[in-house]
């Protein structure tokens, strides 16, 4: 079966300084897809990145920045010169190909939360 | 282009009612999918309705079920609630199988 783990529940940092967020997953499909969601305090989970698993190519849009590794199953994401505004919880989640339908299996979470 | 939208965004319900949720995906999406949200089982995944039909389903009890009207709006019933239930039920929609999964800002349920 599947599973995402997300070792890390909660991040400090002061504002400007990196934050990477570690995801890992396990899956027996050989084709799968991974997303990273951001949940404000408002609740919305607001899409940020997915990812194909034949498609190992690292991305980096603006300050986040993602680092997809299938040797070692992680799917880790940096925010760059964190924010205050970037202080919410963030989820990695996986889809597997051969289950019919988009259900997602996700982590439990890292909080982060950047002080001024 | 508006995005997933859910209704209503709080409500407090008694033990034993029922409540419905309801859910109006992106325009042209077919896909709708159901999430549970609490502090100490995390996200998991309810049902997904596709064209109506359900396609998947998470390990719920009978009380929570849902249904997907022919304009891919969707509605969920969760019957006799439990203190249990107060949870963030989020609606997802996408335009297709692998296509990105949208969610809305959620319901807030709270069972006294």
């Known amino acids: 079966a599947q599973k995402v783990t997300q070792a890390q529940t909660e991040i400090s940092v002061v504002e400007k300084e990196d934050v990477t967020l570690d995801c890992v997953y396990e899956t027996r499909d050989t084709t799968y897809y991974l997303f990273w969601y951001k949940q404000p305090p408002s609740g919305e989970l607001v899409f940020l990145i997915r990812?194909?698993?034949?498609?190992?190519q690292n991305e980096i849009s603006g300050r986040y920045s993602w680092n997809f590794q299938k040797s070692t199953s992680s799917f880790n994401f940096t925010i760059t010169a964190s924010q205050v505004v970037d202080s919410a919880v963030y989820f990695c989640a996986l889809s597997e190909a051969e289950a019919a339908g988009n259900k997602l299996t996700f982590g439990g979470g890292t909080r982060v939360l950047v002080k001024p | 282009k508006a995005g997933v939208t859910q209704t209503p965004r709080y409500l407090i319900k008694t033990r034993g009612q029922q409540v419905t949720l309801s859910c109006s995906p992106i325009s042209g999406h077919r896909s709708v999918s159901w999430y549970q949200q609490t502090p100490g089982q995390g996200l998991q995944f309810l049902f997904e309705?596709?064209?109506?039909?359900?396609?998947n389903k998470g390990n719920f009890p009978g009380r929570f079920s849902g249904r997907q009207f022919s304009n891919s709006r969707s509605e969920m019933n969760v019957s006799t609630l439990e203190l249990g239930d107060s949870a963030l039920y989020l609606c997802?929609?996408?335009?297709?199988?692998?296509?990105?999964?949208?969610f809305g800002e959620g319901s807030w349920l709270t069972v006294v």
């Open positions: 309705y596709f064209s109506e039909t359900q396609r």
């Open positions: 997802a929609s996408s335009g297709n199988q692998r296509n990105t999964i949208y």
């Open positions: 990812r194909n698993s034949f498609d190992e």
